[in-house]
């Protein structure tokens, strides 16, 4: 049912003393309800029935096509023996006084891609007043399950010495919503896809890096230290780590050394959290430490 709002227009008010009685029609500086309608774009109008048909199209082609979760399963494994796939899929971070490992990112968006009729990703929903509102999102069109997570980010990171500093730059905020993001739409992907899946590919993975390439024990043994040493970590912290010499270090070591190279290097732990280490006092510019703050790989 129409109100005085919808009926009002310059042509009614200057109509007759009636039609103004009829539906007590007043002007809009009288009237402190009024309510003005805005035109909407007809851009606006277009991208929003195109996003709808998508989705509708996604969902459709889901149940046409149901995922198969044998050959999924077996996909996802196949990618899981990849070396290079390996050495990203997990990291660590302490917990209670113990470590404990986990899929990364990287297995995340495998186990997606390959268990498929899947919809993931991460959205900046608004900006404003120095903090980002985004959304990390899983859906799942078969089932028709989702996981969503919306969070807020604000445009500061913390430096050494508990400094804060304020970002202003497009890109710095990108990219520090999108490495927040990440680490929440890892989680979304983790909440929808079954966990003895999840499972299965990481125990994948560790075997993978037991093994290795091919090249010999020393090489390899050669090349985590190397690693380490560029994150600060020197060859006597991990020594002390692993209770005994480096060249005793085994594959099944390797692999957990990985999975704490990786949380370092992506800032998700600090080295005190796995290595005996007093103070940072590493000579770091201040340009690669915001780097660092935000995540970004050089």
């Known amino acids: 049912m129409s109100g005085p709002s919808d009926l009002y227009d310059g042509d009614q008010y200057d109509a007759t003393n009636e039609a103004k009685k ?37 969902l459709v082609i ?57 919809e993931f990703g991460v959205r900046e929903l608004e900006r404003r007043n120095g903090v980002s509102v985004a959304e990390s999102y899983c859906y799942d069109l078969q089932t028709n399950v989702r996981q969503v997570k919306v969070f807020e980010v604000a445009h500061e990171i913390q430096l050494k010495n508990k400094v804060t500093k304020k970002l202003t730059d497009p890109r710095d ?55 380490f040493k560029d994150l600060g970590v020197s060859q006597e912290m991990i020594e002390k780590r692993l209770n005994h010499k480096a060249d ?22 600090k080295r005190q959290d796995f290595f005996e280490f007093k103070e940072d006092e590493d000579p770091t510019s201040k340009s690669a430490e915001v780097n660092a703050a935000l995540g970004v790989k050089k």
């Open 22 to 58: 009829k539906f007590d029609i007043k002007p809009p500086e009288e009237n402190a309800l009024e309510v003005v309608q805005r035109p909407v774009s007809a851009m606006a109008e277009i991208e929003k029935s195109r996003a709808v048909q998508e989705v509708q199209a996604a």
């Open 62 to 118: 889901a149940k046409k096509f149901p995922r198969d979760t044998n050959a999924a399963h077996t996909a996802i494994m196949e990618s899981c023996k990849r070396i290079s796939l390996a050495q990203q899929a997990m990291y660590s971070y302490p917990r209670g006084g113990q470590t404990v490992t986990g899929p990364s990112i990287r297995l995340a968006e495998v186990l997606a891609q390959n268990w498929g009729n899947l």
């Open 173 to 227: 905020i990108y990219e520090l919503v999108a490495n927040n993001g990440a680490r929440r739409m890892r989680a979304c992907i983790l909440g929808i896809i079954p966990g003895d899946i999840v499972e299965d590919a990481v125990k994948q993975c560790r075997s993978t890096l037991a093994k290795g390439d091919g090249a010999p024990i020393a090489d390899r043994i050669r090349k985590v230290l190397l690693a």
């Open 248 to 269: 005793l270090i085994t594959g099944e070591e390797i692999a957990e050394l990985q999975g704490l190279y990786n949380a370092l290097k992506d800032k998700q732990a």
